[in-house]
């Protein structure tokens, strides 16, 4: 079979032409210094976020290339773009007979397990997170600006399109106070740099007030479909605040799905622990004895459910810039990320920003972990979603309890779609924190 091409990388394509013309049209009169000033993280994300040229891949580390089937949509990495070593999985671990795991020296604490979530699996977390996540009393970005069906907004665009006839809108909530805020319901997520949490801040990031994001000014009454494409974000487990980037301990613990927590822990029983940290020389600073005890100790309790759109569209922007997850108390335990939908670029670097990120295709049933100090506290970002990257098993009927007309809406959403499931553990297994609930 000829290797197909994504259409972007052909001249003679629409989508190529139309990439040049926008290129030429924003970089017109544009200093070429300004490059000079990017860190080695920004200049990584510039690379792949580029619509023209498109970016070069060979340099992107694809595991798909030696554990699954590849090159979806003609995207495709190499095997070996960057050192990664396989290393032996937990045999005891029944669930996945045939995971295999991969480390990568250049950030250590990091995992990958291709292709760890079987393609039914994939379909229900993907449905669990429209179906039965991104809805009250679960928050979204949405929250902050419309007052949501109590039954989710995608139950409502389900029901509305097979009920034509029944008319539903959303209202707006009214805006708090007059304001210059643009419309918080889209763009990118306001990454701002927080403290991080920490047993001896812990009091003090309690009492730091959390004030409810400004409604937007700009929404206004709109049908369920037109808001399904906004959806960025829902909350899983303890309440998240973006504006703080602290989680707000006073709104109660939410509950971490069983179909998700269930995948988590899987993954942390399938990695021998040994063999990513038993080498490092010197002891950890972070507790010996941390790493050690995961299999028992991992218990997820916190995430968020990313959900990104391949369709570039000027109110919602499908990528991820770069910056640490901090707000965990547990700041070396694994965070597990599951990736559903199209493919995507991640980036992974240091520390800071002036550490050169390694590139990692993801796809579809992969799984990230992010865990001990160096990792845990690298930048990352995600620069680019690759459309027409979504795998067949997403087309097909047997998608439990789907009916026809369900299917058929659910196709189409995700034919444009990404969704990250991204799981953290805010505190240790068992310690029940001392939180006045107001
Ligand atoms: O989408 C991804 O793969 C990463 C998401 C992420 O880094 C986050 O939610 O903090
Ligand atoms: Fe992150």
């Known amino acids: ?7 972007i990388y052909d001249p003679s394509s629409a989508s190529y032409k139309k990439a040049r013309r926008q290129y030429i049209k924003t970089t017109k009169g544009r200093s070429n210094d300004v490059a ?50 396989e290393v032996k999985v937990n045999q005891r671990s029944p669930n996945n007979p045939g995971a295999r795991a991969f480390v990568v020296p250049q950030v ?19 449905r669990w997170s429209l179906e039965d996540q991104a809805r009250h009393p679960n928050d979204t970005n949405l929250d902050a600006h419309y007052i949501l069906p109590k039954e989710g907004l995608w ?26 805020a643009s419309p918080a319901d889209s763009g990118p997520r306001q990454l701002i740099d927080n403290t991080p949490a920490n047993t001896d801040n812990f009091s003090s990031l309690l009492t730091t007030p959390k004030p409810s994001p400004p409604a937007s000014l700009n929404a206004a009454a709109c049908t369920p479909s037109s808001l399904v494409p906004k959806l960025r974000w829902a909350n899983i487990g303890w309440s998240y605040h973006w504006g703080t980037k602290q989680y707000d301990f006073t709104k109660g613990k939410g509950q971490v799905a069983d179909i998700v927590r269930d995948v988590c822990r899987q993954a942390v029983e399938t990695v021998t622990w040994e063999e990513v940290f038993g080498g490092s020389k010197g002891g950890n600073d972070w507790g010996e004895d941390d790493w050690k005890s995961w299999h028992e100790t991992y218990e997820p309790d916190a995430g968020i459910v990313n959900f990104y759109q391949t369709k570039a569209h000027k109110l919602y922007i ?23 939908g199209n493919a995507a670029i991640l980036l992974i670097g240091g520390l800071t920003r002036d550490i050169e990120p390694v590139p990692i295709l993801l796809r579809s049933g992969d799984v990230v ?50 969704i990250n499931i991204n799981v953290r553990q805010v505190f240790p297994k068992g310690f029940v924190p001392d939180i006045p609930l107001i």
């Open 1 to 7: 079979m000829v290797a197909q091409v994504p259409e």
């Open 36 to 85: 000079l000033d990017w860190t080695p993280f920004r200049t990584a994300e510039k690379k792949y976020k580029a619509r023209f040229p498109p970016p070069d891949l060979s340099g992107v580390l694809d595991l798909a290339e030696i554990s699954h089937e590849s090159g979806m949509g003609g995207w495709k990495g190499s095997p070996s773009a960057v050192p990664a070593n």
């Open 108 to 126: 250590p604490g990091l995992v990958l397990l291709p292709a760890f979530v079987s393609p039914q699996d994939q379909n229900r977390l993907v």
């Open 155 to 180: 139950n409502a665009h389900v029901c509305s399109r097979m009920n034509p006839n029944t008319r539903t809108f959303i209202q707006p909530k009214a805006p708090l106070e007059i304001s210059d």
């Open 318 to 340: 499908d990528t991820l810039m770069g910056h640490v997850d901090r707000s965990e108390v547990c700041a070396t335990s694994p965070l597990v990320s599951i990736s559903l």
């Open 369 to 418: 972990i992010m865990s001990g100090p160096e990792c845990r506290r690298a930048y990352h970002g995600v620069p680019r979603v690759l459309e027409n990257t979504l795998p067949t098993h997403f087309d097909s009927c047997e998608i439990e309890g789907a009916i026809e007309g369900d299917l058929k809406l659910y196709k189409e959403y995700m034919k444009t779609t990404r």
